[in-house]
């Protein structure tokens, strides 16, 4: 909560978040040009050099996270209330245009293409695709040319190319998490599923019939890389522990889909050894990634596949590093370890949008005012997965004092927090 005075001044919040922003700017455009690049507009189609989250310096993450939670705040400000609470049809839309493949009928084509033509490649109708395109360019996703109805890829629609993780991302979270979502109200309201944490009693079983984890696809793993690339989870080799531990030390991935964090942890550091357990289709996507992106891991016994019921086995036994995303399997995970185990778990770790008082802030540098202390819309995907995993797996995120918590239960004690993109990595020791 910002300061009394703060809050009574409506004219004072909104030139401070002007101030904001214009100062943030400033940082954004300093950091570029120390690369010697000028900040991309949204009509590129070229790669930056900070899109990927973990090549992203530390001034550069704080003032994007700035603007974005300021220029929202400024919005909601200075907007009608009923403008903003009613904007809701984005990932309808995107889920068509995903489906369709427009971005890669679109590619390597910067005059456009009319909404004709991808039409008929498409098999949609092409008012309705029109009316679909233009509401995504609206919100400065493709760009609509001076000829009407003449669509073009820019910055934004150029994640959603079909061999781009993201693509996959947004086609999962437009279509599986979405429908289920439409069903969180019946699943909260429920006797027989309001309090159960049991992934079968989630909304998801509502919509689909079956649970998540039955529900398995090729798509699921594309997207949990896309999910990867969005929240920073590349920066599992940044963390500095790993250059200055013993030759095989192993780390055993339990749940982590392909292995493609662990593959980016084993490329940067070679010495180590990586243990891959997920399920047995999981376990043969992870197999065809890693003959295809780092096949000497595999020829020299650097990485070991193990299918695994992760909620019902113990992972493999006696490893130095247990690395994981899924709290319910720690206990299991206990069972594995040996004295001096390591424990990292990767998920987002919320914050309260408040200050002081009983919800003082365990750790992290708070948001200045007048932003929410947790940098609100700077930081909204790890509450909208909070949400998401509630929907999909009856699941949650947390704050870290929740971290600390559960890992004491499950006998591992807290070590400390590393900052990894927007998801952080928690990291304990056995008890």
Not at 206 to 228: C, D, P
Request: hydrophobic content about 40%; charged content about 20%; overall charge neutral.
């Amino acid at each position: 909560m910002s300061s009394p005075n703060m809050m009574s001044n409506g004219n004072a919040q909104i030139t401070a978040l002007s101030d904001m922003i214009s100062a943030a700017v400033k940082v954004v455009i300093s950091e570029y040009a120390a690369e010697g690049h000028s900040v991309p507009s949204l009509d590129s189609v070229a790669v930056g050099p900070f899109d990927q989250p973990d090549k992203i310096p530390r001034a550069l993450a704080d003032a994007v996270r700035t603007i974005e939670a300021a220029c929202a705040q400024l919005c909601f400000t200075v907007a009608s209330p009923g403008h903003v609470i009613t904007n809701f049809e984005e990932s309808a839309c995107l889920r068509v245009v995903v489906e369709a493949k427009i971005s890669d009928r679109l590619l390597n084509k910067p005059e456009g293409v009319h909404v004709k033509q991808l039409a008929q490649e498409s098999g949609l109708n092409i008012d309705k695709l029109s009316r679909v395109l233009r509401l995504l360019a609206t919100k400065h996703c493709y760009t609509e040319g001076c000829e009407t109805k003449f669509f073009a890829n820019n910055r934004l629609s150029m994640k959603l190319l079909s061999n781009d993780p993201v693509s996959g991302l947004i086609g999962h979270i437009a279509d599986e998490p979405f429908k289920s979502s439409g069903y969180l109200s019946e699943a909260l309201s429920d006797p027989k599923s309001a309090n159960s944490s049991l992934p079968e009693d989630a909304a998801f079983r509502r919509a689909h019939g079956i649970s998540l984890f039955e529900f398995y696809k090729t798509r699921f793993a594309q997207a949990m890389v896309g999910w990867a690339e969005v929240t920073g989870g590349a920066m599992l080799p940044k963390i500095e522990i790993w250059s200055d531990l013993p030759p095989q030390t192993t780390i055993c991935d339990v749940g982590g889909g392909n292995g493609h964090a662990t593959l980016a942890l084993l490329t940067a550091f070679p010495h180590l050894k990586v243990i891959l357990q997920d399920t047995p289709p999981v376990i043969d996507q992870g197999k065809e990634l890693w003959a295809k992106e780092f096949p000497g891991a595999m020829q020299e016994g650097k990485v070991e596949f193990v299918s695994i019921d992760f909620f019902k086995e113990v992972p493999v036994k006696h490893c130095d590093f247990y690395y994981v995303y899924c709290l319910k399997i720690l206990a299991n995970v206990r069972q594995a370890t040996k004295p001096g185990s390591h424990l990292l778990i990767h998920g987002f770790v919320l914050h309260h949008p408040v200050r002081g008082g009983a919800r003082r802030q365990i750790l992290s540098r708070l948001a200045p005012e007048p932003l929410l202390s947790n940098y609100g819309m700077g930081s909204v995907r790890r509450y909208h997965q909070d949400i998401n995993m509630m929907s999909l797996v009856n699941g949650k995120e947390r704050t870290l004092q929740e971290f600390i918590d559960i890992g004491k239960q499950a006998g591992f004690g807290f070590l400390r927090l590393w900052d990894s993109g927007e998801a952080g990595l928690v990291e304990f020791q056995v008890l």
